[in-house]
Protein backbone atom coordinates (compact mmCIF):
# COMPACT_ATOMS: atom_id res chain seq x y z
CA UNK A 1 0.00 0.00 0.00
CA UNK A 2 1.43 3.26 -1.02
CA UNK A 3 1.15 5.92 1.36
CA UNK A 4 2.01 9.73 0.54
CA UNK A 5 1.88 11.06 4.43
CA UNK A 6 3.23 8.08 5.84
CA UNK A 7 6.25 6.02 6.04
CA UNK A 8 6.01 2.64 7.73
CA UNK A 9 9.13 0.27 8.66
CA UNK A 10 8.97 -3.22 9.89
CA UNK A 11 11.88 -4.66 12.16
CA UNK A 12 11.22 -8.37 14.76
CA UNK A 13 7.47 -7.47 14.56
CA UNK A 14 7.39 -3.65 15.57
CA UNK A 15 6.00 -1.27 12.81
CA UNK A 16 7.02 2.21 12.95
CA UNK A 17 4.27 4.36 11.11
CA UNK A 18 6.26 7.89 11.17
CA UNK A 19 4.05 10.90 9.77
CA UNK A 20 6.06 12.83 7.09
CA UNK A 21 4.78 16.25 6.55
CA UNK A 22 7.27 18.84 7.04
CA UNK A 23 7.28 21.10 8.62
CA UNK A 24 5.52 20.75 11.61
CA UNK A 25 3.37 17.29 10.14
CA UNK A 26 0.10 18.69 10.19
CA UNK A 27 -2.70 16.66 9.24
CA UNK A 28 -4.94 17.45 5.83
CA UNK A 29 -7.95 15.35 4.63
CA UNK A 30 -5.26 12.93 2.91
CA UNK A 31 -3.37 12.17 5.93
CA UNK A 32 -6.54 11.52 7.43
CA UNK A 33 -7.50 8.80 5.18
CA UNK A 34 -4.20 7.71 5.26
CA UNK A 35 -4.14 6.85 9.06
CA UNK A 36 -7.43 5.01 8.87
CA UNK A 37 -6.42 3.00 6.04
CA UNK A 38 -3.05 2.08 7.52
CA UNK A 39 -4.62 1.62 11.22
CA UNK A 40 -7.51 -0.33 10.11
CA UNK A 41 -5.53 -2.56 8.25
CA UNK A 42 -2.26 -2.99 9.68
CA UNK A 43 -1.53 -6.39 9.05
CA UNK A 44 -1.20 -5.34 4.72
CA UNK A 45 0.42 -1.97 5.77
CA UNK A 46 3.08 -3.95 8.11
CA UNK A 47 2.91 -7.87 8.06
CA UNK A 48 4.00 -9.89 11.06
CA UNK A 49 3.78 -6.87 12.75
CA UNK A 50 3.04 -7.40 16.79
CA UNK A 51 3.31 -3.81 17.86
CA UNK A 52 3.64 -0.53 16.52
CA UNK A 53 5.60 2.91 17.28
CA UNK A 54 3.58 5.77 16.69
CA UNK A 55 5.39 9.23 15.54
CA UNK A 56 6.37 12.45 13.51
CA UNK A 57 9.51 13.16 11.45
CA UNK A 58 11.57 15.82 12.15
CA UNK A 59 11.65 18.47 15.21
CA UNK A 60 7.23 18.01 15.85
CA UNK A 61 4.65 14.87 16.77
CA UNK A 62 2.00 16.68 15.11
CA UNK A 63 1.18 20.90 15.47
CA UNK A 64 -2.22 20.27 14.23
CA UNK A 65 -4.68 20.44 11.32
CA UNK A 66 -3.21 22.12 7.84
CA UNK A 67 -5.33 25.33 8.64
CA UNK A 68 -5.41 25.96 5.02
CA UNK A 69 -7.04 22.98 4.28
CA UNK A 70 -9.02 23.21 7.20
CA UNK A 71 -10.37 27.01 6.08
CA UNK A 72 -12.31 24.61 2.99
CA UNK A 73 -14.30 23.08 5.25
CA UNK A 74 -17.67 24.46 5.03
CA UNK A 75 -21.43 23.49 6.07
CA UNK A 76 -21.73 21.50 2.53
CA UNK A 77 -18.55 19.31 3.51
CA UNK A 78 -17.99 19.56 7.08
CA UNK A 79 -20.35 16.40 8.08
CA UNK A 80 -17.90 14.03 5.30
CA UNK A 81 -14.81 15.77 6.46
CA UNK A 82 -15.67 15.11 10.00
CA UNK A 83 -15.98 11.74 9.74
CA UNK A 84 -12.91 10.84 7.97
CA UNK A 85 -11.45 12.73 11.15
CA UNK A 86 -12.67 10.77 14.04
CA UNK A 87 -12.21 7.51 12.15
CA UNK A 88 -8.59 8.45 11.58
CA UNK A 89 -8.53 8.25 15.28
CA UNK A 90 -10.23 5.15 16.27
CA UNK A 91 -8.34 3.23 14.02
CA UNK A 92 -5.52 3.88 16.41
CA UNK A 93 -7.23 3.22 18.93
CA UNK A 94 -8.94 0.28 17.64
CA UNK A 95 -5.77 -0.75 16.08
CA UNK A 96 -5.30 -4.83 16.35
CA UNK A 97 -2.00 -4.40 18.07
CA UNK A 98 -0.79 -2.17 20.59
CA UNK A 99 0.34 1.60 19.58
CA UNK A 100 3.24 3.19 21.43
CA UNK A 101 3.22 7.11 20.71
CA UNK A 102 6.49 8.51 20.74
CA UNK A 103 5.90 12.63 21.36
CA UNK A 104 8.85 15.33 20.23
CA UNK A 105 7.84 18.98 19.90
CA UNK A 106 4.67 20.06 19.61
CA UNK A 107 1.07 17.67 19.91
CA UNK A 108 -1.47 20.50 19.69
CA UNK A 109 -5.05 19.74 18.87
CA UNK A 110 -5.22 17.09 16.32
CA UNK A 111 -1.80 15.94 17.48
CA UNK A 112 -3.03 16.07 20.95
CA UNK A 113 -5.48 13.74 20.10
CA UNK A 114 -3.26 11.17 17.68
CA UNK A 115 -1.19 11.30 20.92
CA UNK A 116 -4.34 10.07 22.97
CA UNK A 117 -5.42 7.88 20.57
CA UNK A 118 -2.41 6.09 21.36
CA UNK A 119 -2.57 3.03 24.24
CA UNK A 120 0.44 5.10 25.99
CA UNK A 121 2.61 7.34 24.83
CA UNK A 122 6.39 8.43 25.45
CA UNK A 123 7.13 11.58 25.17
CA UNK A 124 10.02 14.49 25.61
CA UNK A 125 10.55 16.35 28.55
CA UNK A 126 10.26 19.35 26.64
CA UNK A 127 7.61 18.06 23.98
CA UNK A 128 4.13 20.27 24.52
CA UNK A 129 0.76 19.25 24.32
CA UNK A 130 -2.36 21.01 23.95
CA UNK A 131 -5.79 22.19 22.89
CA UNK A 132 -6.00 25.31 21.02
CA UNK A 133 -9.19 24.63 19.78
CA UNK A 134 -10.99 28.15 20.88
CA UNK A 135 -8.09 29.98 18.88
CA UNK A 136 -9.05 28.46 15.84
CA UNK A 137 -12.94 28.54 16.35
CA UNK A 138 -13.77 24.75 16.75
CA UNK A 139 -14.54 21.78 19.11
CA UNK A 140 -12.95 18.84 19.73
CA UNK A 141 -9.98 16.60 21.43
CA UNK A 142 -11.39 17.32 24.77
CA UNK A 143 -13.19 14.01 25.48
CA UNK A 144 -9.85 12.32 24.31
CA UNK A 145 -7.77 13.81 26.48
CA UNK A 146 -9.85 12.75 29.08
CA UNK A 147 -8.45 9.21 28.89
CA UNK A 148 -4.97 10.61 30.09
CA UNK A 149 -6.06 13.15 32.46
CA UNK A 150 -9.17 14.41 34.78
CA UNK A 151 -11.95 16.92 34.09
CA UNK A 152 -10.35 19.88 35.84
CA UNK A 153 -6.96 19.86 33.62
CA UNK A 154 -9.13 19.04 30.49
CA UNK A 155 -10.87 21.86 31.01
CA UNK A 156 -8.27 24.37 32.25
CA UNK A 157 -6.36 23.28 28.68
CA UNK A 158 -9.57 23.54 26.78
CA UNK A 159 -10.46 26.90 28.07
CA UNK A 160 -7.19 28.71 28.53
CA UNK A 161 -5.13 27.49 25.88
CA UNK A 162 -2.77 26.59 28.51
CA UNK A 163 0.13 24.08 27.37
CA UNK A 164 1.88 21.13 29.03
CA UNK A 165 5.33 19.78 28.72
CA UNK A 166 5.86 16.13 28.63
CA UNK A 167 7.67 16.57 31.85
CA UNK A 168 3.93 18.19 33.94
CA UNK A 169 1.94 14.82 31.83
CA UNK A 170 4.11 12.61 33.11
CA UNK A 171 3.77 14.37 36.51
CA UNK A 172 -0.16 14.02 35.66
CA UNK A 173 0.15 10.17 34.90
CA UNK A 174 -0.43 11.19 31.43
CA UNK A 175 2.20 9.85 29.71
CA UNK A 176 4.37 6.68 30.53
CA UNK A 177 7.76 8.14 30.64
CA UNK A 178 9.17 11.87 30.04
CA UNK A 179 12.56 11.53 28.69
CA UNK A 180 15.36 13.37 26.95
CA UNK A 181 14.30 14.14 22.94
CA UNK A 182 16.77 12.26 21.31
CA UNK A 183 16.00 9.40 23.80
CA UNK A 184 12.55 9.06 22.65
CA UNK A 185 11.99 6.68 20.06
CA UNK A 186 14.47 4.42 21.75
CA UNK A 187 12.45 4.59 25.38
CA UNK A 188 9.48 4.19 22.52
CA UNK A 189 11.12 0.85 20.68
CA UNK A 190 12.07 -0.63 23.80
CA UNK A 191 8.78 -1.03 25.19
CA UNK A 192 7.28 -1.85 21.60
CA UNK A 193 9.89 -4.86 21.63
CA UNK A 194 8.54 -5.67 25.02
CA UNK A 195 4.88 -6.24 23.96
CA UNK A 196 6.24 -8.17 20.89
CA UNK A 197 7.72 -10.71 22.74
CA UNK A 198 4.59 -12.07 24.37
CA UNK A 199 1.75 -14.23 22.24
CA UNK A 200 0.33 -12.39 19.75
CA UNK A 201 -3.01 -13.83 20.00
CA UNK A 202 -3.48 -12.93 23.65
CA UNK A 203 -1.92 -9.37 23.02
CA UNK A 204 -4.38 -9.20 20.55
CA UNK A 205 -7.05 -10.29 22.70
CA UNK A 206 -6.35 -7.97 25.24
CA UNK A 207 -6.18 -5.16 23.47
CA UNK A 208 -9.82 -5.88 22.15
CA UNK A 209 -10.51 -6.91 25.55
CA UNK A 210 -8.98 -3.43 27.20
CA UNK A 211 -10.95 -0.93 24.66
CA UNK A 212 -13.98 -3.19 25.77
CA UNK A 213 -13.88 -2.53 29.23
CA UNK A 214 -12.33 0.92 29.33
CA UNK A 215 -15.75 2.77 30.18
CA UNK A 216 -17.51 -0.39 31.68
CA UNK A 217 -18.43 -0.88 35.51
CA UNK A 218 -15.98 -2.77 37.28
CA UNK A 219 -18.11 -6.37 37.72
CA UNK A 220 -18.89 -6.32 34.29
CA UNK A 221 -15.18 -5.18 32.73
CA UNK A 222 -13.97 -8.18 35.15
CA UNK A 223 -16.60 -10.84 33.89
CA UNK A 224 -15.69 -9.54 29.96
CA UNK A 225 -11.76 -10.52 31.11
CA UNK A 226 -12.68 -13.46 33.04
CA UNK A 227 -14.17 -14.27 29.38
CA UNK A 228 -10.81 -14.02 27.52
CA UNK A 229 -9.11 -16.10 29.69
CA UNK A 230 -11.56 -18.67 28.90
CA UNK A 231 -11.32 -17.78 25.35
CA UNK A 232 -7.28 -18.62 25.94
CA UNK A 233 -7.41 -21.66 27.62
CA UNK A 234 -7.18 -23.94 24.51
CA UNK A 235 -5.04 -21.69 22.50
CA UNK A 236 -1.30 -23.27 22.38
CA UNK A 237 -0.15 -19.78 23.61
CA UNK A 238 -1.66 -20.24 26.42
CA UNK A 239 0.10 -23.72 27.50
CA UNK A 240 3.64 -22.13 26.49
CA UNK A 241 3.26 -18.96 28.46
CA UNK A 242 2.36 -21.19 31.49
CA UNK A 243 5.46 -23.66 31.16
CA UNK A 244 7.40 -20.87 30.65
CA UNK A 245 6.64 -19.22 34.06
CA UNK A 246 6.87 -22.13 35.82
CA UNK A 247 10.62 -23.07 34.06
CA UNK A 248 12.20 -19.84 33.10
CA UNK A 249 12.27 -20.72 29.40
CA UNK A 250 11.79 -18.66 27.01
CA UNK A 251 8.35 -18.92 25.14
CA UNK A 252 9.03 -19.38 21.50
CA UNK A 253 4.96 -18.46 19.73
CA UNK A 254 4.30 -19.53 16.51
CA UNK A 255 4.32 -16.52 13.78
CA UNK A 256 0.62 -15.56 13.89
CA UNK A 257 -0.94 -15.32 10.73
CA UNK A 258 -4.21 -13.14 11.03
CA UNK A 259 -7.01 -15.14 9.39
CA UNK A 260 -9.39 -11.78 9.04
CA UNK A 261 -9.84 -7.87 8.85
CA UNK A 262 -8.82 -6.70 12.70
CA UNK A 263 -12.02 -4.32 12.23
CA UNK A 264 -13.97 -6.92 10.95
CA UNK A 265 -15.86 -7.85 14.42
CA UNK A 266 -15.85 -5.14 15.83
Not at 65 to 72: G, K, Q
Not at 99 to 104: I, N
Not at 141 to 155: D, F, S
Request: hydrophobic share 45%; charged share 25%; aromatic share 8%.
Amino acid sequence: MAYTRLNVVVDHGVATVTMDRPPVNAVDLVMYRELRDLFTNIDEAAPGVRAVVFTGGGKHFCAGNDLEDFATMDASNVRERMFYVREAFFAIQECAVPVVGAVRGAALGTGLVLATSCDFVVAAVDASFGLPELSVGVHGGARHLARLVGQPIVRWMFFTGQRLSGAEMHALGAVIAAVPRDDVLDRAHTEARRIAEYSPTAVRMGKRGLNDIEFVDIRRGYEHEQGLTARMMDHPDSKIALEASRTGAIPEYADYVPTHSPRADT
